[in-house]
């Protein structure tokens, strides 16, 4: 019996490997796909939400930049041309953190020509897991231990080797012994330089898929619409 997974479009699935997350949207407004990471986000309720197959998100501001961008594409992909039809805007959290980045982009091959139903495409980023890369990716590239990749994760996501030391149950000495091999194995003399390095090193994709998923039609009303959205009516 074939699965609604895998009757999934190819292209949607595909989708669901990157790290940001993706939104198409439909000439009425409405969310036709939005792949794993989306998803995730939109369930957090911090900003960004699915309601009813509409997408939410917080700030008066941020609101009508997205409504403007998405009425430019749909005029775009009715007149099948391109228009300035593009916004990059962030989305406040309600957590007071680190704001997404919100990207709208119409739907036309280069030609001008719509590709079909969706007439835009949204793409959010996270600025609080941008940076992050798992262990395997940081031993397999730099050749750390798991003790050296675990500390460079650590760094890399802002925490002092003497927090690391406490956190871990481990000496200052034996957590300072990891950074020097750390610096070693990556070529970095200086603190600032081994963050950079790290930080360069962006996976654009999720470990796994996230099952490959859809949230479009009646499916997404009915697993999305408990997902809180009074927040997005925030000023």
Not at 55 to 67: K, Q, T, W, Y
Not at 125 to 134: E, G, H, M
Not at 190 to 205: A, C, G, Q, Y
Request: charged fraction near 20%.
């Amino acid at each position: 019996m074939t699965t609604a997974a895998e009757m999934l479009h190819p292209l949607e699935r595909a989708l669901d490997w990157l790290a940001d997350g993706v939104a198409l949207i439909g000439a009425g407004g409405r969310v036709l796909h939005a792949n794993a990471t989306f998803r995730a986000i939109a369930q957090r309720g911090d900003g960004i939400a699915l309601s009813a197959g509409t997408m939410r998100i917080a700030g008066a501001p941020a609101r009508s930049r997205l409504n403007a961008a998405i009425a430019a594409a749909r005029a775009a992909h009715k007149a099948g041309r391109a228009t300035s039809a593009s916004a990059d805007f962030g989305v406040p959290r309600q957590d007071g953190g680190p704001s997404y980045l919100l990207s709208v982009r119409p739907l036309l091959d280069p030609k001008g020509t719509p590709y079909g139903e969706p007439c835009a495409i949204v793409f959010v980023r996270d600025p609080l897991t941008y940076r992050s890369v798992d262990v395997a990716t940081l031993r397999e590239v730099f050749g750390l231990t798991e003790a050296e990749a675990c500390l460079a994760k650590s760094l890399q996501a802002g925490q002092a080797p003497a927090g690391y030391a406490r956190e871990r149950a481990l000496s200052l000495n034996t957590v300072y012994t990891h950074l020097r091999r750390l610096k070693d194995k990556t070529g970095c003399s200086r603190m600032t330089e081994l963050i950079r390095k790290l930080n360069e090193l962006h996976v654009p994709l999720r470990v796994n898929s996230g099952g490959g998923r859809s949230h479009n039609g009646a499916s997404q009303v009915a697993t999305v619409a408990t997902v809180a959205d009074a927040g997005s009516e925030a000023a």
